[in-house]
């Protein structure tokens, strides 16, 4: 199994976007098809130890 972490930018980007084979749409339609399962979590985001700056663009 593998997981993956999609931010809701991809959401808004697929939704945007006038080109139906960017890599946004691709993941919106997977997850609107059922190829790629939604699974939410009630744990909260942990920032590893060894992570000593993040830079939020």
């Given amino acids: 199994m593998i997981y993956a972490v999609i931010d809701t930018n991809v959401f808004i980007s697929?939704?945007?976007?006038?080109?139906?084979?960017?890599?946004?749409?691709?993941?919106?339609?997977?997850?609107?098809?059922?190829?790629?399962?939604?699974?939410?979590?009630?744990?909260?985001?942990t920032i590893p130890r060894n992570v000593n700056k993040i830079i939020f663009k």
């Fill in 14 to 45: 697929a939704l945007l976007s006038k080109n139906e084979d960017s890599a946004t749409v691709k993941v919106f339609n997977a997850i609107a098809n059922e190829i790629i399962i939604v699974q939410k979590s009630s744990t909260p985001l």
